[in-house]
C-alpha cells in the first residue's frame, strides 16, 4: 500500500488506517480477542501501518488490545490514541481535558500501549472548561519530556484549530467525514489546508451503512451505539437508500464494490486525508484496502460528488447530548 503524509507534520502513514474501536467496544459485540489479534497483524501484512484506538474504548480494553497485537511491528507503525474524557468506577463519565486529566490520561495510554511515546496524541473532544491554548501546551510539554511526538484533535471547529496550532503545530484533525457526512468541507478542510494539517476522517463508511449491506429493516442490538442514532432509524434508512444506490451503480461500472468507491471518493479529495475504515472481518478488510488501487478520473468525481449533493441525508448524525459535545 502507499503511503501519505499528514499535512506538513512529516509523520508518514499508509493511504488507509485502521479503527479499532469496533473490535471491542461501541457496536455491541466484544469479538473474540485472538481473531482481532489475528486481524490487526493481517493488516500489517496488507500494508496498514496506522492506528486507531482511544483510552475511552472499552474503556481501556481496546488500547491493551492492539498493543498485544502490534508488539511484533513497534517500529514498522504508527498508534494514535486519544485523550479528553473522565472516568468514574471505570465508566466514561464526562468530558476533561484540563492538565492533571491529560497527564494522567498519557501515563495510563502509555502503560497499555508498552511504549515509551505516544506516535499521535488526539484530544478526543473538545473541553469548554479547558481553554484549548492550556489544552496545547500541557501536551507540548509532554512532547518535550519524549512522551508523545504529535499532537492532534477530534471534531474541532476552526477557531479551536487556529487557537491550538498557534501554540503547537497540529499534525492531524479527527473528524466525521464522508459522502453523508460532508460538513467539513465547508469550513475545516479549508483551514486545514491553509495550516498545513492532515485530516484523518472516521467514519468513513457511514458506520457501515455505505457498504450497502444494511436497509429499514436493519435491527441494532441496544448495546449497539447506532440504535439511538438518528440517521439509523427505520425511516431514516429508508430515505437514505438512494444514497446507496449511487455508490451501487458506480461500483457496477468500475467492478467495485459501494465501500471502495466511497473510500476512494475520500482518497480522491486531498493527497493528505487519510480515511480509518473499521472492520472485525478479514473480508471486509482486504475489501477496504482495496480501495487505494481505485482511480476515479475528475468525470467520475464530479459525477459522484454532484449526484450526491443533490440527495438530502436524512436525521442528524448524532442526538442533540452527543452533538453538543462536538466542538463544530
Not at 19 to 35: A, E, I, P, Q, T
Not at 108 to 127: A, E, F, N
Amino acid at each position: 500500500m502507499q503511503k501519505r503524509i499528514l499535512g506538513k507534520s512529516g509523520l508518514e502513514v499508509s493511504t488507509l488506517g485502521l479503527g479499532c474501536m469496533g473490535m471491542n467496544f461501541g457496536y455491541g459485540v466484544v469479538h473474540d480477542r485472538s481473531d482481532m489479534i489475528a486481524l490487526l497483524r493481517a493488516a500489517v501484512e496488507q500494508g496498514i501501518t496506522f492506528f486507531d484506538t482511544a483510552e475511552v474504548y472499552g474503556p481501556f480494553t481496546n488500547e491493551e488490545l492492539v498493543a498485544e497485537a502490534l508488539e511484533p511491528f513497534k517500529k514498522e507503525v504508527v498508534i494514535a490514541t486519544k485523550f479528553g474524557f473522565k472516568f468514574v468506577d471505570g465508566k466514561q463519565a464526562g468530558i476533561d481535558s484540563s492538565p492533571s486529566s491529560i497527564k494522567s490520561a498519557v501515563e495510563g495510554s502509555l502503560k497499555r500501549l508498552k511504549t515509551d511515546s505516544i506516535d499521535l496524541l488526539y484530544q478526543h473532544r473538545v473541553d469548554p472548561n479547558t481553554p484549548i491554548e492550556a489544552v496545547a501546551s500541557t501536551v507540548k510539554d509532554l512532547i518535550k519530556e519524549g512522551k508523545v511526538k504529535h499532537f492532534g484533535l477530534s471534531e474541532a471547529s476552526p477557531q479551536t484549530i487556529r487557537k491550538a496550532h498557534a501554540v503547537l503545530p497540529l499534525t492531524a484533525l479527527q473528524s466525521e467525514y464522508s459522502l453523508w457526512t460532508r460538513r467539513p468541507e465547508d469550513e475545516v478542510i479549508p483551514t486545514l489546508e491553509e495550516l498545513g494539517i492532515g485530516f484523518v476522517p472516521y467514519s468513513p463508511l457511514g458506520k457501515g451503512f455505505l457498504t450497502g449491506k444494511m436497509d429499514e429493516k436493519t435491527t441494532f442490538d441496544s448495546t449497539d451505539f447506532r440504535s439511538i442514532l438518528p440517521r439509523f432509524q427505520p425511516e431514516a434508512m429508508k430515505v437514505n437508500q438512494s444514497l446507496v444506490e449511487l455508490l451501487g451503480s458506480i461500483a457496477a461500472e468500475k467492478k467495485a464494490t459501494a465501500a471502495q468507491i466511497a473510500l476512494a471518493w475520500l482518497l480522491a479529495q486531498k493527497p493528505w486525508i487519510v480515511p480509518i475504515p473499521g472492520t472485525t472481518k478479514l473480508h471486509r478488510l482486504k475489501e477496504n484496502n482495496g480501495a487505494a488501487e481505485i482511480r476515479l478520473s475528475e468525470n467520475d468525481l464530479r459525477q459522484i460528488t454532484d449526484a450526491a449533493s443533490k440527495i438530502k441525508i436524512e436525521g442528524n448524525r448524532y442526538p442533540e447530548h452527543i452533538e453538543k459535545m462536538t466542538g463544530l
